[in-house]
């Protein structure tokens, strides 16, 4: 398997554009979840997914950010509109579902708002 | 888990030299132990992985942890370090029942000093 993947690896967009990130989990997990990684706020959890249902989304900062999931093999993440503070690594992760939390990650994007 | 300490932001450790990266949780049910690697701009890798049975636990690139029940810690360990082990290490638990919530530590930065 490929492994999760991510893309774009880098995003740079202008503060007040739209931006979606997106992810393909590795197939058969039926959980997915989308991290945010800063230097000042270390890794958060913004939402998680299982069944491509949304389970818990109150990491989500505000209603700037939203997410979807239409099927079992793709993700996405939108910031509309995105400001500086966006700026950030995002990581997507899926895990086997099992009741245990192990994740597996993809490369990540990172995104810088100007 | 209420939650998980890496008591050290950053090690410094000579090059051939054994190392140890501390880790502390608290909750009060049982838990699955986790330490995850991330190398420059890449995204989180696992490492190794306590479910149950044996309390020492092997992973890759020769990195063990042991898990103390009664001192609640799954210290990560390595008997000679290499430069390419140069990377931020995250130690994380999730709750048996959880089903999905994975609680992160701060992380610590292992630098590799020639």
């Known amino acids: 398997d490929a492994g999760v993947i991510q893309s774009p690896r880098h995003e740079v967009t202008e503060m007040g554009q739209e931006v979606t990130l997106r992810c393909k989990p590795i197939s058969g997990h039926n959980s997915l979840f989308w991290y945010r990684q800063t230097m000042m706020r270390g890794l958060e959890l913004l939402i998680y997914f299982n069944n491509n249902v949304p389970i818990d989304d109150s990491g989500m900062p505000e209603d700037r950010f939203s997410a979807k999931m239409p099927n079992a093999s793709f993700s996405t993440l939108k910031i509309q509109p995105s400001e500086p503070r966006d700026s950030a690594v995002y990581f997507c992760a899926s895990s086997p579902g099992q009741g245990i939390g192990e994740a597996f990650f993809g490369q990540g994007t990172r995104l810088t708002v100007v | 888990a209420q939650s998980v300490t890496q008591l050290d932001s950053q090690v410094p450790v000579f090059e051939e030299a054994p190392v140890e990266l501390r880790c502390n949780y608290s909750s009060s049910v049982s838990v699955y132990l986790f330490w995850y690697v991330q190398y420059p701009n890449q995204g989180l890798q696992l490492l190794l992985k306590?479910?149950?049975?044996s309390t020492l636990v092997k992973g890759i690139n020769g990195f063990e942890a042991e898990f103390n029940k009664s001192q609640t810690s799954f210290h990560l360990r390595k008997p000679s370090v290499h430069i390419s082990d140069t990377a931020e290490y995250f130690c994380?638990?999730?709750?048996?029942?959880?089903?999905?919530?994975?609680?992160w530590g701060a992380g610590t930065k292992l630098i590799i000093k020639p």
């Open positions: 306590y479910l149950s049975g």
């Open positions: 994380a638990v999730s709750e048996r029942g959880s089903n999905y919530q994975l609680i």
